[in-house]
């Protein structure tokens, strides 16, 4: 089992649509958790922190199920500007030192 | 001025030839990273620092060595260059501190060719 997996997409939305990311990872000693967006040849930045009470930043919202060992980001009224590649990123170990990033998820909107 | 900068941005260069990339920040942060992103293959962890004289092996170390000469600066250095070295490679810190701690930074990359 790979160690952080996405569906890889292309995710294809019209502006204004909800879409979904979904995340699973395979170290349960994981502690952090991320998501990264990162735009065509890019740096990887961060998008937000992921909290076991999940948490909201504007029109981004990220869940985190432990017990699933499964993250998820939800864009709700997609603008142009969100198409990009989304990667959900664990930590490797409990002491963090290390990052796993899965492949990534790509988000193409159109007006 | 961006908080984590690389050079060279691109680099064309032929086998069997060394090579240097740079990486500098300014966050004074103690942390770290070399990665390099392959189409299809996400990041992989090359080497990471935690401090001055701590250098840790990644997961494809095999082929580079890195050099940590101060708080700021982290080198990435290909001994003698083949193709299949050819990727984007990115330089990240970190603080593993505070709220944000674990959250990685990145520089803006360095698009190498190996011909």
């Known amino acids: 089992r790979k160690e952080v997996e996405q569906d890889p997409g292309p995710f294809n939305v019209p502006e204004g649509a909800t879409v979904a990311f979904n995340c699973t990872y395979s170290?349960?000693?994981?502690?952090?958790f991320f998501w990264y967006r990162q735009d065509c040849r890019k740096e990887p930045k961060l998008l937000m922190s992921?909290?076991?009470s999940g948490n909201e930043d504007g029109r981004f919202t990220a869940q985190l199920n432990r017990a699933s060992q499964y993250i998820s980001l939800l864009i709700r009224d997609s603008k142009l500007s969100d198409s990009a590649t989304y990667l959900c990123?664990?930590?490797?170990?409990?002491?963090?030192?290390?990052?796993?990033f899965g492949k990534g998820t790509t988000l193409s909107v159109s007006s | 001025d961006a908080d984590v900068t690389q050079t060279p941005r691109n680099r064309i260069t032929k086998t069997g030839k060394r090579i240097m990339l740079e990486c500098s920040q300014t966050?004074?942060?103690?942390?770290m990273y070399w990665y390099r992103q392959d189409p299809g293959l996400g990041l992989r962890l090359i080497y990471y620092?935690?401090?001055?004289?701590?250098?840790n092996k990644g997961e494809i170390s095999d082929g580079y060595s890195v050099s940590r000469q101060a708080q700021a600066k982290f080198s990435l250095s290909l001994e003698s260059a083949i193709p299949n070295q050819t990727a984007l490679y990115f330089c990240?810190?970190?603080?593993?501190?505070?709220?944000?701690?674990?959250?990685?930074?990145f520089g803006p990359g360095t698009r190498l060719t190996v011909l």
């Open positions: 990240a810190t970190s603080d593993p501190s505070g709220r944000a701690a674990d959250t990685q930074y």
């Open positions: 170290n349960s000693a994981s502690q952090s």
């Open positions: 992921v909290y076991s």
């Open positions: 990123v664990v930590t490797a170990n409990q002491a963090g030192t290390a990052l796993i």
């Open positions: 966050k004074g942060h103690d942390r």
């Open positions: 620092s935690f401090d001055v004289k701590d250098i």
